[in-house]
T-cell receptor, first 108, second 115 residues
Framework: DAKTTQPPSMDCAEGRAANLPCNHSTISGNEYVYWYRQIHSQGPQYIIHGLKNNETNEMASLIITEDRKSSTLILPHATLRDTAVYYCIVLGDDKIIFGKGTRLHILP | GAGVSQSPSNKVTEKGKDVELRCDPISGHTALYWYRQSLGQGLEFLIYFQGNSAPDKSGLPSDRFSAERTGGSVSTLTIQRTQQEDSAVYLC?????????????FGSGTQLSVL
């Protein structure tokens, strides 16, 4: 039970911002929102995580709605190397359960 | 090493044979996780270790699967009497401390093919 809902696929033009949505309407107060991505034939890569506040790092920004029922991962300037499956995960305990994710295609 | 190391990177075996997959986590990481990913599928949780103990073995598919961790470091995943449906990429990850407020670092995986 992945607890999140993501679109199966999305396209984004190279150089534009990629905005990946995630619904987690049953999230509880102590559960974190995590994002990982998996580039073809590689192990998943951590991107970012947050609890209540918006977060930004060198890879991406994470916007969490005030009610915490949804979030958006923003890749500010997408490149072809960002083509991957992006997983949104809600985590409150000791293991990460991956859902099906969003397959992001970056178009040249 | 700098990252999580898994060996072998590829393993081809015959149905019925036993296999051992190895994971070297990042030095100092206390938690270690095993996942598997069948072709075109998502990641399936198998087991996790905190130190040498395995608080959660709920994902192991059958009693043919076992895992151990020694010295709080290296872990081996053993599959006995392999079956064709065991063919998958087996991924290992480690984190400095327990989740939830931690990052997982993944290895490149072991591609297991059971003929």
């Amino acid at each position: 039970d992945a607890k999140t809902t993501q679109p199966p696929s999305m396209d984004c033009a190279e150089g534009r911002a990629a905005n990946l949505p995630c619904n987690h309407s049953t999230i509880s107060g102590n559960e974190y929102v995590y994002w990982y991505r998996q580039i073809h034939s590689q192990g998943p890569q951590y991107i970012i995580h947050g609890l209540k506040n918006n977060e930004t790092n060198e890879m991406a920004s994470l916007i969490i709605t005030e009610d915490r029922k949804s979030s958006t991962l923003i890749l500010p300037h997408a490149t072809l190397r960002d083509t991957a499956v992006y997983y949104c995960i809600v985590l409150g305990d000791d293991k990460i359960i991956f859902g099906k994710g969003t397959r992001l295609h970056i178009l040249p | 090493g700098a990252g999580v190391s898994q060996s072998p990177s590829n393993k081809v075996t015959e149905k019925g044979k036993d296999v051992e997959l190895r994971c070297d986590p990042i030095s100092g990481h206390t938690a270690l996780y095993w996942y598997r990913q069948s072709l075109g599928q998502g990641l399936e949780f198998l087991i996790y270790f905190q130190g040498n103990s395995a608080p959660d073995k709920s994902g192991l598919p059958s009693d043919r699967f076992s895992a151990e961790r020694t010295g709080g470091s290296v872990s081996t995943l053993t599959i006995q009497r392999t079956q064709q449906e065991d063919s998958a990429v087996y991924l290992c990850a480690s984190s400095l401390w327990d989740l939830p407020n931690e990052k997982l670092f993944f290895g490149s995986g072991t591609q297991l093919s059971v003929l």
